[in-house]
């Protein structure tokens, strides 16, 4: 996918590029260990750790060629609440994570379905895969409403910041499967913008 990432609108949400102006809403929700437990990764210690993160993962991820990254924010103040990223190879990995006072409401159900029209109806992927944790209960429901299908668990496929190692339970869409059956894959409406084509 293309790392010059357009905007996606939801009914609710924004799907746009991070911008310098995030680092504080990127901090609030890294610094989290809730949000954290199931993430691979320390949670910051400060928000200077946040600006680098925000440099080295997300400003300069965009001048690379392949995968895409948004940050995802509320429409009403365009604020980020979380991230959802797409990384390019065969089956097209998607990740994801929502600030704490953001669970429940649909929210990432939301953005998330609009990748996957994006990613099937404009860039003309073959595959998405997707996973979690075991144990993750809020991802899995995610996952679910968005129509992937079951692929297997990964024995002890993750290992946590602080060493401790989980299952990782698989998922996939086909191609085949999304455009059999399009409206199973939809509990929002989305917005595409004309520009996020296949390149070449």
């Not at 080295?56 to 392949?66: A, K, M, Q, T």
């Not at 994801?96 to 953005?111: I, K």
């Not at 993750?158 to 399009?182: M, N, T, W």
Request: hydrophobic content about 35%; charged content about 30%; glycine content about 6%.
């Amino acid at each position: 996918m293309s790392a010059n990432t357009p905007r996606l609108e939801t009914e609710r949400l924004v799907l746009r590029r991070f911008t310098p102006a995030d680092v504080e809403p990127l901090f609030s929700l890294m610094r989290d260990r809730e949000v954290n437990t199931f993430l691979p990764w320390f949670p910051l210690e400060t928000e200077a750790d946040a600006a680098r993160y925000l440099e080295e993962h997300y400003l300069d991820y965009y001048r690379r060629p392949s995968g895409c990254r948004y940050a995802v924010c509320l429409r009403e103040n365009d604020s980020p609440i979380g991230y959802l990223h797409v990384d390019d190879g065969e089956s097209h990995d998607l990740g994801y994570a929502l600030a704490r006072p953001s669970w429940g409401r649909g929210y990432m159900t939301e953005a998330l379905a609009a990748m996957v029209r994006c990613a099937f109806e404009r860039k003309h992927v073959d595959v998405l895969a997707i996973g979690h944790f075991q144990g993750n209960h809020r991802s899995r429901r995610v996952i679910e409403k968005c129509g992937f299908q079951y692929e297997g668990t990964i024995r002890q496929g993750f290992r946590r910041y602080d060493g401790q190692v989980f299952d990782d339970v698989c998922y996939s869409i086909l191609k085949e499967e999304y455009f059999a059956h399009p409206q199973r894959f939809q509990p929002q409406a989305v917005k595409i913008p004309k520009e996020f084509e296949k390149e070449g």
